[in-house]
C-alpha cells in the first residue's frame, strides 16, 4: 500500500494524517501546542513549537497505520494563514516569534493605511481589505521592532515566510525556499491579478523583494525533506493555505462550487473560475488551489459560529456538552420568534458593523431554553446564508449545493435548517478532515498516485444529504424575522 501524507499545521494543534490510496485516513496523530499571548491582543507562536509539534505526529500517524516512512508517497502541507515568520538566511533561526494570525498588535497601522485612502489599492491589487491578519504589516513591525532587522534585511540576509514557507526551508535544511498561491495571496504583498509580488506593495511596507519566497502553484513538487529529519528524504508535492485546501478536499474546483467551514467561527469560499470577481459587499477576492494558473475564489466568514455553542455551554450555562444542542433544539418544533444574533464581536459581512452587540429577540413567557438553544443555532445559519447571498450577487450565480465540514458540522438540526433557510442541499461528507485531504489529493496528483479530479470525483461520498423541508413563503418569513434581528443588534 502507497501512502499519502498530508501535514495540517493549524493555529493550536498540529496533524499527520494518512490517506491511503482509496482517499482513506489509514491513521492520524495530533498535538497541540503553546500559545503566547504577551500583552492584550497580541498572539504569539514559538517556531520551535511549531516544527516539532509537527515532525512529532508523523511517526505517531505512521505507527497507527501500521506503515513505515518508506510507504509514504508524497506529502501535502496545509497550514493556518498569514502568521508570518522571519529567519537569518545563514543560520536559519528565527529572529522574533511568530506572529500569529489573530494578532492586533499592527491594527493603528492598518487603520492609517485606510486614513490614507490606500486600502482602495491594496484591494485592487491583493483582493484583501486592509487589516491587520494579513502578513505585510505584521513583517513591518519585525523589521521596525527587532534590533537590527531592518539593516539585516536591506542587506538580503533574511527570509520572510508563512508557515509553510517555514516549515518546508526548516525540513530541507534551507533547500525549499518557496510558497504556494494560496498562501502568498494572503501576505498583502502578492498581486493576484499579475500573480507576482508588488513593487509598489513591498515598497510601501519597506520590504527587500529579497526576503521573499518563489511561488507556484499548490499542487507543485516543491523539493525533497533532509533525510536526517524522519529518516528518509520525502517528496513535498503540494502546499495550500487551510481554507483552500478544505475547499480542494471538497472537490470544489468548479465555478459555483461552494463550501462552509463550521469552527469557532465559520468560513465559506466559493469558487468563481478564471474571473476575480469584485465584491460590492466587502468579501474577500483570493486565490484557489489547485494546478497551473489558479482559480479565483471569493471568501467570507462568520466571527462567531461554533463559539455561540461554546458560549451556551460555558457562558449561559443551559446546555453541558455542545453536542447537546442539537437534542434540546429538537425538543420543540420551532424557535416560535425567538431569534439570537450572536454579534459577540460586532458583524462582519456583508453588514460590517463593527459595534454591533449580540441580540436577542421575540421572547415571551413562554420561551424556554429549549428556544434559546435552537435559536442561536439558527443564528449561525442565518449569518452563513447572509454571506452565501453575497456571494451569490457579488458573482452572479446561484447555488444549489453547499459542502460543509468543521466541528458544528456534526450537528444535524443546524444542518437542517441550514439547508432550509438556504434553499439548497447541503452536503456533508464522509471524510470530514477536509483540510488535510485536500493537501493529500493535491500532493497525491502531483506525484502520479491518483490522475486527476475527475479520478476522485468517483470516489467522493457524502455521508448525509439535507434536502430543504420548507417552501418559499416560510423562508421569506423567517429571513424577515432575521432581518429585524439584526436591525435590533445594530441598535446602539
Ligand atoms: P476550530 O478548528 O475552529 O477549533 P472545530 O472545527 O474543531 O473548530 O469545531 C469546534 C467548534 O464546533 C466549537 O466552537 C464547538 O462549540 C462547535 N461544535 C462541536 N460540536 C458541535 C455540535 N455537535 N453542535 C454544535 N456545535 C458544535
Given at each position: 500500500?502507497?501512502y499519502?501524507?498530508?501535514?495540517?499545521?493549524?493555529?493550536?494543534?498540529?496533524?499527520?494524517?494518512l490517506?491511503?490510496q482509496?482517499?482513506?485516513?489509514?491513521?492520524?496523530?495530533y498535538?497541540?501546542?503553546r500559545?503566547?499571548?504577551?500583552?492584550?491582543?497580541?498572539v504569539?507562536?514559538?517556531?520551535?513549537d511549531?516544527l516539532s509539534?509537527?515532525?512529532?505526529?508523523?511517526a505517531q500517524?505512521?505507527?497507527?497505520a501500521?506503515?513505515s516512512?518508506a510507504?509514504?508517497?508524497?506529502?501535502?502541507?496545509?497550514?493556518?494563514?498569514e502568521?508570518t515568520?522571519v529567519w537569518?538566511?545563514?543560520?536559519g533561526?528565527?529572529v522574533?516569534?511568530?506572529?500569529?494570525?489573530q494578532?492586533?498588535?499592527?491594527a493603528?497601522?492598518c487603520d492609517d493605511l485606510?486614513?490614507?485612502g490606500?486600502?482602495?489599492m491594496i484591494y485592487?491589487k491583493?483582493?484583501?481589505?486592509a487589516?491587520?491578519?494579513f502578513?505585510?504589516?505584521?513583517?513591518?513591525?519585525?523589521?521596525?521592532?527587532?534590533e537590527?532587522?531592518r539593516?539585516k534585511a536591506?542587506?538580503?540576509?533574511l527570509?520572510?515566510?508563512t508557515?509553510d514557507?517555514?516549515?518546508?526551508?526548516?525540513?530541507?535544511g534551507?533547500?525549499?525556499?518557496a510558497?504556494d498561491?494560496t498562501?502568498a495571496?494572503?501576505?498583502?504583498?502578492?498581486?493576484?491579478?499579475?500573480?507576482?509580488?508588488?513593487?509598489e506593495l513591498?515598497?510601501?511596507f519597506?520590504?527587500?523583494r529579497?526576503?521573499?519566497p518563489e511561488?507556484?502553484p499548490?499542487g507543485h513538487f516543491?523539493?525533497?525533506t533532509d533525510?536526517?529529519?524522519?529518516g528518509?528524504?520525502?517528496?513535498?508535492?503540494?502546499?495550500?493555505?487551510?481554507q483552500?485546501?478544505?475547499?480542494?478536499?471538497h472537490?470544489?474546483t468548479?465555478?459555483?462550487?461552494?463550501?462552509?467551514t463550521?469552527g469557532t467561527?465559520?468560513f465559506?469560499?466559493m469558487n468563481t473560475?478564471?474571473t476575480?470577481?469584485?465584491?460590492?459587499?466587502?468579501?474577500?477576492t483570493?486565490?484557489a488551489a489547485g494546478f497551473g494558473?489558479?482559480?479565483?475564489i471569493?471568501?467570507?466568514?462568520?466571527f462567531v459560529?461554533?463559539a455561540a455553542?461554546q458560549?451556551?455551554?460555558?457562558?449561559?450555562k443551559?446546555?453541558n456538552?455542545?453536542a447537546?444542542?442539537?437534542?434540546?433544539?429538537t425538543?420543540?418544533p420551532?424557535?416560535?420568534g425567538?431569534?439570537?444574533v450572536?454579534?459577540?464581536?460586532?458583524l462582519?459581512?456583508?453588514?460590517?458593523?463593527a459595534r454591533?452587540?449580540g441580540a436577542?429577540?421575540?421572547?415571551?413567557?413562554?420561551?424556554?431554553?429549549?428556544?434559546i438553544?435552537?435559536?442561536?443555532?439558527?443564528?449561525?445559519?442565518?449569518?452563513?446564508?447572509?454571506?452565501?447571498?453575497a456571494?451569490?450577487l457579488?458573482?452572479?450565480v446561484?447555488i444549489?449545493?453547499?459542502r460543509?465540514?468543521?466541528?458544528?458540522s456534526?450537528?444535524n438540526?443546524?444542518?437542517?435548517f441550514?439547508?432550509d433557510?438556504?434553499?439548497?442541499?447541503?452536503?456533508r461528507p464522509?471524510v470530514i478532515?477536509?483540510?488535510?485531504?485536500?493537501a493529500?489529493y493535491?500532493?497525491?496528483i502531483?506525484s502520479?498516485?491518483?490522475?486527476?479530479?475527475e479520478?476522485?470525483?468517483?470516489n467522493?461520498?457524502?455521508?448525509r444529504?439535507?434536502?430543504?423541508s420548507?417552501g418559499?413563503?416560510?423562508r421569506?418569513?423567517?429571513l424577515e424575522g432575521?432581518?429585524s434581528?439584526?436591525?435590533?443588534?445594530r441598535?446602539r
Amino acid at each position: 500500500m502507497k501512502y499519502v501524507l498530508a501535514l495540517d499545521q493549524g493555529t493550536t494543534s498540529s496533524r499527520a494524517i494518512l490517506f491511503d490510496q482509496n482517499g482513506k485516513v489509514a491513521g492520524k496523530a495530533y498535538q497541540e501546542f503553546r500559545q503566547i499571548y504577551p500583552k492584550a491582543g497580541w498572539v504569539e507562536h514559538d517556531p520551535k513549537d511549531i516544527l516539532s509539534s509537527q515532525v512529532g505526529v508523523i511517526a505517531q500517524a505512521l505507527v497507527r497505520a501500521g506503515a513505515s516512512i518508506a510507504d509514504v508517497e508524497a506529502v501535502g502541507l496545509s497550514n493556518q494563514r498569514e502568521t508570518t515568520l522571519v529567519w537569518d538566511a545563514k543560520t536559519g533561526a528565527p529572529v522574533y516569534n511568530a506572529i500569529v494570525w489573530q494578532c492586533r498588535r499592527t491594527a493603528d497601522m492598518c487603520d492609517d493605511l485606510k486614513a490614507r485612502g490606500l486600502d482602495k489599492m491594496i484591494y485592487a491589487k491583493t483582493g484583501l481589505v486592509a487589516d491587520a491578519y494579513f502578513s505585510a504589516t505584521k513583517i513591518r513591525w519585525i523589521l521596525d521592532n527587532v534590533e537590527g532587522a531592518r539593516e539585516k534585511a536591506r542587506r538580503g540576509e533574511l527570509r520572510f515566510g508563512t508557515v509553510d514557507t517555514y516549515l518546508m526551508y526548516a525540513l530541507s535544511g534551507g533547500r525549499i525556499y518557496a510558497t504556494d498561491y494560496t498562501n502568498a495571496a494572503r501576505t498583502m504583498l502578492f498581486n493576484i491579478h499579475t500573480l507576482d509580488w508588488d513593487d509598489e506593495l513591498l515598497s510601501l511596507f519597506d520590504i527587500p523583494r529579497s526576503m521573499l519566497p518563489e511561488v507556484h502553484p499548490s499542487g507543485h513538487f516543491y523539493g525533497k525533506t533532509d533525510g536526517d529529519f524522519l529518516g528518509r528524504e520525502l517528496k513535498i508535492c503540494a502546499v495550500a493555505g487551510d481554507q483552500q485546501a478544505a475547499l480542494f478536499g471538497h472537490l470544489c474546483t468548479r465555478k459555483g462550487d461552494i463550501k462552509n467551514t463550521y469552527g469557532t467561527g465559520c468560513f465559506l469560499l466559493m469558487n468563481t473560475g478564471d474571473t476575480a470577481v469584485e465584491s460590492n459587499n466587502g468579501l474577500i477576492t483570493s486565490l484557489a488551489a489547485g494546478f497551473g494558473k489558479p482559480d479565483y475564489i471569493l471568501e467570507g466568514s462568520v466571527f462567531v459560529g461554533g463559539a455561540a455553542v461554546q458560549w451556551l455551554r460555558d457562558e449561559m450555562k443551559i446546555i453541558n456538552t455542545a453536542a447537546e444542542s442539537e437534542e434540546l433544539a429538537t425538543k420543540v418544533p420551532s424557535s416560535e420568534g425567538v431569534y439570537v444574533v450572536p454579534a459577540f464581536t460586532g458583524l462582519g459581512a456583508p453588514y460590517w458593523d463593527a459595534r454591533a452587540r449580540g441580540a436577542i429577540i421575540g421572547l415571551t413567557r413562554g420561551t424556554g431554553r429549549e428556544h434559546i438553544v435552537r435559536a442561536t443555532l439558527e443564528g449561525i445559519a442565518y449569518q452563513v446564508a447572509d454571506i452565501v447571498r453575497a456571494m451569490e450577487l457579488d458573482a452572479g450565480v446561484k447555488i444549489s449545493t453547499l459542502r460543509v465540514d468543521g466541528g458544528a458540522s456534526a450537528n444535524n438540526f443546524l444542518m437542517a435548517f441550514q439547508s432550509d433557510i438556504l434553499g439548497c442541499t447541503v452536503l456533508r461528507p464522509a471524510v470530514i478532515e477536509t483540510t488535510a485531504l485536500g493537501a493529500a489529493y493535491l500532493a497525491g496528483i502531483t506525484s502520479g498516485l491518483w490522475s486527476d479530479v475527475e479520478e476522485l470525483r468517483k470516489n467522493e461520498r457524502t455521508e448525509r444529504a439535507f434536502s430543504p423541508s420548507i417552501g418559499e413563503g416560510e423562508r421569506r418569513r423567517l429571513l424577515e424575522g432575521w432581518r429585524s434581528a439584526v436591525d435590533a443588534s445594530r441598535l446602539r
